[in-house]
Structure formats: C-alpha cells, structure tokens
C-alpha cells in the first residue's frame, strides 16, 4: 500500500487565486462535500497570497449566530484598513451552521461596498443545499461559487501514490488516505467522521426530515445498489416502509446534495419524462459502497461480480460528481432489455458510454439502439477493448465530451 505524500494543492486552488487577486466584485464561496479540502485549500490559496486574513469557523460546540458574523467581520474591517490598498480577506467556515446567514452577509457585504472597503470574503460551507440556497434567495448578482467534488484517481494517483485497484476499492477522500494500511480502521473513519457526521450534521440537522430512519436506510440501500436502476415501488419493498415515492425522491436529493449518493434519471429527451423515471443509484464515492461492505480489499478484488460494480460506480461517480459541479447533465438510457450505462449531455452535445466491467448483466448494452433512436455527437466503450478505466478516470469529463 502507499505512503502518505506531503500536502497537495488542488487544480481548483489557481482559480481561487486568480479571483483574490483581482479588485474586490464578489463574495466567495467555497462548496463541497465533507472531507474534501475545502479549508486546506482555501488556506493555502490565502497564505500564498500575502492578504491579512482572518479565519473564523463556525463549526465548534458554541452556539453561533448573527451577531458573531458581525464581530468576525468587524475584526476583519480593521485588518483590511490597517493593510491599506491591498486590503484583507475575511473566510468563514461552515457557514450554514449559523440561522439567518445569508441576509446577515448581504447586509455587511453592501455596507462595504457603498464604503468602497477592500474586504474580500470566502464562505465556507459541506452542505451544498443550504448553501445554495441562502445565495441565491439573499445575495443574488453578489457571488460566485467554486464547486470542490470528491477527488478523482488523478488526484488521489498524484498526492497519495494509489494505483487504479487501491482508488476503486478506498475510494476519493483524502483524509482517509493514511488509513488504508489498517483497513478496519479506515472502514470505521469512513462510516463514522464521514458517512454518520455528514447525515447526522449536514442533512437531519439542516433539512426537514420527517422520516430519519428512512433516510438512513436508503443511503444504505443506494450504495448497495451503486449502479444499478431500481423503481421506487422496489426501494419501499426493500425498505419496508409505508413512505411514498415522492418522499424517496426528496430524501435521494437531499442525500445528492449532501455529495453522498445521486439518483440519476433516465434519459428521454424530455424533462418530464426524465423526471418520472426509475432512477439509477449512484454512489458519489467508491468508499461509501465498500466502507460498510465488511470486504477487505483482497476479498473485494477477489469477488469478481462485486468488483465489476465497483468498477461501474466508479465510472459514475467520475461522471456525477463532473455533473454536481455544473460540467454537464448526467442520465442513463433504458428500453426493454437494452441499456445504456450512462449519457452525458453537456451543451447541445450528448456522449453515450458503455462500461465494460465484466460482471454479469440483466441487460444488453444499448449503444447501436439509442445511437439509432437519439443521434448522439459520440458513443464511447469504457473498459474491456474500449478506452481504459484507468485512462478514463485518470481525465477529466470535459475531455470525454469535447467536440
């Protein structure tokens, strides 16, 4: 297994930079899910940047609220004045930890603007939903947003050394990374300080879920299911629980926004059908499916049905968390007993992809029936005699769906 490698800047630190660096237009935000560097980029992009700034987190045991936005951003008034010109940045961190954020920034964000005060802001934030929600209803045309998704094999290859099993089997979370020479030990990280912390904190604490236990179960049963279509009249089935479609739907975006699990919809060329589909779960991370398996790596490699879903969520999640961060619209294609693992649209373009896993299917791949029925701009064949898993995850979507 590899060892752990110094610290390692992430691609999307340059654009942060570059937007520091330019005259005070926008509030910063920061969004992503839990354990994906999101302050260790930030606070690198910051201390290269030779900008006084202030770092305040609201997420710590005392209760925070409006008025501690106004202190943080009083202290940081006074760095920007004593740097002068160059004024200073003010970040704060869990952001959506603190009721009435959003109307509470915009009002000290406009005040600094009339006052022509250089103070550059960075907000903070692992529950994407609330985040974006408290922008676009409080501080429209006052923002931009720099999405961080789960990292890739790319990025796992280049600071951690993993080979293409190590990332399919552990997964994209950094901070996990140290851990896989003790394999029960990274298991209980990730089901503890990620899977549990991230429901416990950044959905049942700041979304209204009348049925916790429910959504509990299903993330279970996403992960299980990672890659594959079930229709929501199956999930209660395997749920066991009276609830009704249209609260699975509501828990699965919840769970998507939590960057945990997506339930893609079928491809239909029309939004409404689109909508009422079966979805196909999608695990956002390969270590949400395998953490709680029980499966060692060795155990996991040699199961070959196992394996190949692993293989085929990888891909996925590759492909969902490109889609989270506004790349591109992410489908799959079903019709009868033809299949099309997954389509991405970005643009006007449309790519069909095919994953070549070797498991065994309940459906026959589809390709030559939707390229007839829908004229994609490209079909791509992904593992077997088609284009690499490896190379496939080692570039990002944009490469795959570029004219």
């Not at 939903?129 to 409080?138: D, F, M, Q």
Request: charged fraction near 25%; aromatic fraction near 8%; hydrophobic fraction near 40%.
């Amino acid at each position: 297994m590899s060892k752990t490698r110094p610290a390692y800047t992430r691609p999307q630190s340059e654009a942060l930079a570059r937007r520091l660096a330019e005259p005070r237009r926008f509030i910063q935000a920061v969004a992503g899910p839990r354990q994906v560097g999101k302050t260790t980029l930030v606070q690198q992009v910051t201390g290269a940047s030779g900008l006084a700034t202030r770092f305040a987190s609201a997420d710590e045991p005392t209760l925070r609220g409006a008025g501690w936005i106004a202190q943080q951003w009083e202290a940081a008034r006074r760095a920007a004045r004593d740097a002068g010109r160059r004024g200073a940045v003010l970040v704060l961190d869990e952001i959506q930890k603190i009721p009435g954020w959003s109307e509470t920034v915009k009002r000290l964000w406009d005040e600094d603007t009339r006052a022509r005060r250089p103070l550059k802001v960075v907000l903070l934030g692992s529950a994407p939903l609330p985040i974006a929600r408290g922008l676009t209803e409080s501080l429209a045309g006052r923002f931009e947003v720099l999405h961080l998704p789960h990292w890739p094999f790319s990025e796992m290859r280049s600071a951690f050394g993993w080979s293409l099993d190590e990332y399919l089997f552990f997964g994209g979370y950094p901070g996990a990374a140290p851990l896989i020479r003790e394999p029960r030990r990274w298991a209980r990280y990730v089901i503890d300080a990620l899977i549990e912390t991230t429901i416990s904190r950044d959905v049942l604490l700041l979304s209204r879920v009348d049925k916790p236990a429910l959504l509990r179960r299903l993330f279970e049963l996403g992960c299980r299911y990672s890659g594959q279509v079930l229709s929501y009249t199956k999930m209660l089935g395997q749920l066991q629980d009276a609830g009704n479609t249209t609260t699975l739907a509501h828990y699965l975006d919840l769970l998507a926004g939590a960057g945990l699990i997506v339930g893609l919809s079928k491809f239909a060329g029309q939004a409404v059908r689109q909508r009422g589909s079966s979805p196909k779960l999608q695990a956002l991370n390969t270590a949400l499916v395998t953490a709680p398996s029980g499966l060692a790596f060795d155990e996991a490699r040699a199961d070959h049905a196992f394996w190949g879903r692993l293989v085929e969520s990888a891909v996925g999640a590759h492909l969902a968390n490109a889609a989270a961060a506004g790349v591109c619209q992410l489908f799959y294609w079903r019709e009868r007993n033809q299949e099309v693992d997954f389509v991405v649209r970005a643009g006007r373009r449309s790519t069909a992809i095919e994953v070549k896993s070797g498991r065994a299917r309940e459906t026959q791949p589809g390709l030559d029936a939707f390229a007839a029925a829908f004229k994609p701009h490209r079909t791509l064949l992904v593992g077997g005699d088609g284009i690499t898993i490896e190379e496939f995850l080692s570039r990002p979507v944009e490469h795959w769906t570029k004219p």
